[in-house]
């Protein structure tokens, strides 16, 4: 394992996690700083779509985690960049906080629908006046910050943005295009961001699929902690075989410092 890998660390994910659930972080803050005094080069991957970027920093930061704006790679900024490629303008269906990201897109005469981790604003009204929309296009174009099946926070699981996805897709016909982990330009634009190649890159993550199935498609190596979103089933996956289990993030950075 060279000097130059890339740790691409998936710490939490929901800003009510990052608020509220602070009993078990201590042992991992050191764990950002020990990557970067190894001169390892790090980056955040994260399906995050409650919040910008510059607020999910804060909350980390506010935390103690010594992590910046640019070593985040969320799905809200790719998605940006998809829609103003291919000239698209979005009917939001996401959560109010990550609006901002938004801002410089045009939104007028919507020909697309652009669907996040809406938490609230998941009613019946606003699935409904989306799939209203896709319903009426030509060709319908449905674009998801993410897939995840369900997350964790301090009051349990909840649904994901993949559930509201499919739903869509199953009512409209149509198949969604993912801009957030595992889709495989999600993993290739992090990897860009810090031009290194995915054989010297290693993921860290708790979701089987997301995180570790993700990472690998685009020939990296990746490593599965037994927290969060970690569940024992998870290690019979029919499909997906993480390089290696470990038991929290900081045992994860002690293992890779030890292979330097």
């Known amino acids: 394992m060279g000097r130059d890998t890339f740790h691409c660390l998936r710490l939490l994910q929901a800003p009510s996690s990052l608020a509220l659930d602070t009993s078990g972080l201590t042992p991992l803050l050191p764990s950002p700083h020990r990557i970067k005094a190894a001169g390892l080069k790090l980056q955040l991957c994260t399906n ?16 103690g985690f010594d992590i910046s704006v640019a070593e985040v790679t969320a799905p809200a900024p790719a998605a940006c960049r998809l829609l103003k490629e291919r000239g698209l303008r979005p009917h939001l269906l996401v959560h109010d906080d990550l609006i901002p990201e938004f801002a410089e897109v045009d939104k007028t005469n919507p020909n697309c629908v652009v669907l996040g981790d809406a938490a609230e604003n998941f009613t019946y009204a606003n699935l409904n006046e989306a799939f209203r929309l896709l319903i009426g296009m030509e060709k319908p174009i449905l674009i998801s910050l993410g ?6 926070e301090t009051d349990g699981l909840k649904l994901d943005v993949g559930a509201y996805m499919k739903a869509l897709e199953y009512a409209c016909d149509v198949q969604a295009e993912v801009v957030g982990k595992p889709a495989k330009r999600f993993f290739e634009s992090a990897l860009a961001e810090l031009g ?10 708790d979701d089987i699929v997301s995180d570790v199935g993700g990472a690998q498609q ?7 902690v037994r927290t969060g979103k970690y569940r024992p089933s998870d290690e019979n996956h029919p499909e997906v075989k993480p390089d290696a289990y470990v038991n929290n993030l900081a045992e994860a950075v002690d293992i890779i410092l030890r292979h330097l």
């Open 218 to 224: 685009c020939g990296m190596r990746a490593l599965q």
């Open 147 to 152: 897939k995840g099946r369900y997350y964790k």
């Open 196 to 205: 290194v190649p995915p054989e010297q890159a290693i993921m860290i993550g």
């Open 48 to 63: 995050e779509t409650q919040a910008t970027r510059e607020n999910f920093v804060k909350k980390l930061r506010a935390l």
